[in-house]
């Protein structure tokens, strides 16, 4: 069986975010798969870090410091890319995160959160998606073709305690995902898409404290959502790869404004 429907080789990825571990694992996964990757990240030491990680792989990779939430700076990003490689084909959204403060506690009511972190919580993790959708999927609009790769979340699927903003945030991004798809493709062709894919539960630096107890095993809230979980356990950070490669490739040539749950069965299971 051909496997080129699924052929992503030489084309131009921004990810948001490379210098994070989701963004990290995936700009690992496009440079092996032949694509031109740029690492985004507003801490210049991680893109550094991400860069010489990336060309230890023999692959094509620049890092650029940006902040998604500077729009003119993002401009000035644009073009340096345009500069160096002519085009922009593919946007992975991995910018994103939670802060304590908007983070509740068992103990704690909605009541008790700090209004500033919740604001910047839904700042980053919407506004950071839009901006850069905005911009660089201005140049995809241009040239009549293109992948966007949002990143939801359960949270959106249903309520999930104890992280609200984070909630609100993701849930605007599956909207915001839907409306740019339409927007895209009605006026600037069929070529140009716009998905998002809604990871389950996977233990990262984020959300370590509150998943795995400090004697290493799993804490209370764990236990719940591997009982909601088909699968009976976490996934890893890089079962996200196919997903990605899959919606960047011709292989979706018809999947548009879709967000696509990869959760080991989380969203689909009641628990009962």
């Known amino acids: 069986m051909s496997t080129s429907l699924f052929d992503i080789s030489g084309k131009v990825a921004i990810v948001t975010g490379g210098g994070g571990v989701l963004g990290g694992s995936i700009s690992n996964w496009l440079i092996k798969a032949g694509c031109k990757v740029v690492v985004l990240d507003i801490r210049a030491e991680k893109v550094a870090e991400r860069v010489e990680e990336l060309k230890e792989l023999g692959g094509e990779v620049i890092g650029l410091t940006s902040n998604v939430l500077d729009v003119e700076e993002m401009k000035t990003t644009r073009e340096k890319i345009l500069g160096q490689w002519g085009r922009i084909d593919i946007l992975v959204n991995a910018a994103g995160g939670n802060l304590p403060g908007a983070t509740l506690t068992e103990e704690q ?21 839009v901006y850069p959708c905005l911009v660089f999927g201005e140049a995809m609009a241009q040239q009549g073709s293109g992948s966007i790769i949002n990143i939801s979340s359960m949270a959106t699927f249903s309520a999930i305690t104890r992280v609200p903003g984070y909630s609100v945030a993701k849930s605007g991004i599956d909207i915001f995902t839907k409306w740019l ?32 107890n400090p004697d290493g095993s799993y804490t209370e809230r764990s236990k719940k959502v591997i009982a909601r979980t088909i699968m009976g356990r976490f996934g890893d950070i890089t079962e996200l790869n196919g997903i990605v490669q899959f919606l960047c490739s011709d292989a979706a040539s018809f999947i548009t404004g879709t967000i696509i749950p990869v959760d080991g069965g989380f969203s689909s299971f009641s628990g009962v």
Not at 112 to 127: A, R
Not at 188 to 212: H, M, S
Request: aromatic residues 10%; glycine residues 10%.
């Open 109 to 129: 009511t909605v009541f008790d959160m700090k209004i500033e972190d919740f604001e910047k919580v839904t700042n980053l993790n919407m506004n950071g998606t």
């Open 181 to 212: 798809a339409m927007e895209l493709g009605l006026k600037f062709g069929e070529k140009v898409r716009v998905n998002a894919i809604a990871p389950g539960f996977f233990i990262g630096d984020q959300n370590r404290r509150v998943l795995i």
